[in-house]
């Protein structure tokens, strides 16, 4: 098994590498990069322009004063009329006075040292702000992956044992309508029901904890972050556990028909053994295949609308507003933080897959 961990791990070097080349591209392709909306800046009235350049720039161009237009063309949009020096000088703010190939040999480098470069509009580190953002995103990952496997798996081993009887029917009715109503509508309701959006006023809207947590003791600043937690998890999970108690249910009806089911029930042991010490194990190898892909949404993706009507400043909102804005050290920096993320979590998978199933053997596999 070391063996195999340590191939999956060199692996990695180059799946990453063909992200962020992949990632790299399809940037050089969007079109209303940061140097094009600098210049709507300033053909609007520069005051956007003004700030950028303010320190940095000089004579004209710090004051904030329009250059004189020099009837030279630009590849650039609405640049026609603007000094190409101001032009030559936005580019070199934003690292785009470099040819493609070299920008992307130094981005490569960077990353292999963790150094994922600025933001362009925040003053601040991408590694900075990523672990800024982080603790939201692990709060609404974390707690909803969690409630989310701690509901799903044993709700579906019981529709599996009752597959067909009336518990199985009705919840079946529970998980489909949680299924086809999205989190945020889910969200919405809640609001509307308990955090003074018509009804009761048991909840906060805003925040990870409240304005006063410095002050609090470690007892009272849980139950404040629980207190804050509680309606966006509940959001996120309501809609969330359906496919993993349909998942969970299938692979129990799978396993329960075979053959050393029904040699473990001729010999007399209990039903819970059978289905514990005996299906469990096996049937649970489909559930932990998909975790990571199912935390990862959750983690990255799933909790954007959450993080917007809850206020709570994630990684979803961020990775939002960086390809809005075109802040292409965001994008590409926290592109790469998840996937690498997301290769570490697929390899813990094959781990407990080992730990859950020990007959699996990778390395005789080849994988």
């Known amino acids: 098994m070391a063996f195999y ?8 070097i180059p799946t990453l590498f063909g992200i962020m080349l992949v990632s790299f591209v399809i940037v050089q392709f969007v079109p209303g990069g940061p140097v094009e909306r600098m210049i709507a800046a300033l053909q609007g009235h520069g005051t956007e322009a003004t700030a950028r350049f303010a320190g940095g720039g000089s004579g004209d161009m710090a004051a904030g004063a329009m250059p004189q237009a020099t009837g030279q063309t630009s590849q650039y949009r609405g640049a026609q009329g603007l000094d190409p020096a101001l032009i030559a000088e936005l580019e070199k703010m934003y690292g785009f006075d470099k040819p493609a190939p070299e ?8 990353y ?20 800024e953002k982080m603790p939201v995103s692990i709060s609404l990952g974390l707690w909803s992956t969690l409630i989310i496997y701690l509901i799903s798996i044993p709700l579906g081993i019981k ?5 067909g009887q009336p518990f199985d029917v009705w919840s079946s009715a529970v998980v489909f309508i949680g299924y086809a109503i999205p989190s945020f509508m889910f969200a919405i309701l809640l609001i509307i029901l308990f955090a003074g959006g018509r009804y009761l006023d048991l909840f906060p809207l805003r925040g990870l904890v409240s304005d006063n947590w410095r002050e609090m003791s470690f007892p009272r600043l849980a139950l404040d972050y629980l207190w804050h937690m509680a309606l966006p998890v509940a959001a996120m999970v309501i809609s969330g556990f359906a496919g993993l108690t349909m998942l969970t249910k299938n692979s129990f009806l799978d396993e329960i028909n075979k053959q050393y089911v029904l040699t473990a029930r001729a010999k007399g042991l209990p039903e819970k053994q059978v289905l514990y010490g005996h299906v469990f194990r096996n049937a649970m190898l489909i559930v932990i295949a998909g975790f990571p892909s199912a935390f990862l949404a959750i983690f990255f993706t799933g909790s954007l609308l959450i993080e917007v009507i809850f206020s709570l400043d994630g990684l979803g909102l961020l990775g939002y507003e960086s390809i809005i ?15 690498l993320i997301g290769l570490v979590m697929t390899l813990i998978r094959d781990i407990v897959y080992v730990y859950v199933d020990p007959r699996i053997d990778f390395e005789a596999r080849n994988v």
């Open 103 to 110: 920008r992307f040999a130094h981005m490569v480098w960077n």
């Open 5 to 12: 961990v340590l191939k999956r791990l060199l692996l990695m």
């Open 112 to 131: 292999a040292r963790f150094d994922l470069g600025d933001s362009y509009y925040r003053d601040i580190s991408v590694i900075e702000l990523v672990l």
């Open 325 to 339: 804005n075109r802040d292409y050290p965001v994008v590409l920096g926290t592109l790469y933080m998840f996937a």
């Open 159 to 163: 529709k599996a044992v009752k597959d």
